[in-house]
């Protein structure tokens, strides 16, 4: 069974940062891509950043230049690290790994990890 564990969310003004990780419970490249979502409150669920085991990056455009997602095989761990934050920034942080399973992929989720950002 996956596990994905979330550290690193909390209470930060706007213009700081955040470092989120995510520890699995076994090596990140059994799946085939890993990466962070958020959920605002009332809002569904987005894509914010991800890593393909390639090494391939991608990040909803409102992160840009502000969010950098890294991996440490070593660790099996993916990190976000969240620079000028902004008020939006704020919700529910999940880590999701992505496993295929022949033709299909299979998602796991963290628990998810609270981001607030006061103006």
């Known amino acids: 069974q996956v596990q994905l564990v979330e550290s690193g969310g909390g209470l930060v003004q706007a213009g700081g940062s955040l470092r989120l990780s995510c520890l699995a419970s076994?090596?990140?490249?059994?799946?085939?891509?890993m990466g962070w979502y958020r959920q605002a409150p009332g809002k569904q669920r987005e894509l914010v950043a991800a890593?393909?085991?390639?090494?391939?990056?991608n990040y909803v455009s409102s992160v840009k230049g502000r969010f950098t997602i890294s991996r440490d095989v070593a660790k099996n761990t993916v990190y976000l690290q969240m620079n000028s934050l902004k008020p939006d920034d704020t919700g529910i942080y999940y880590c999701?790994?992505?496993?295929?399973?022949?033709?299909?992929?299979?998602?796991?989720w963290g628990q998810g990890t609270q981001v607030t950002v006061s103006s």
């Open positions: 999701n790994a992505a496993k295929s399973r022949g033709a299909m992929t299979q998602d796991y």
């Open positions: 076994g090596s990140i490249f059994s799946f085939k891509a």
């Open positions: 890593i393909t085991t390639g090494g391939s990056i």
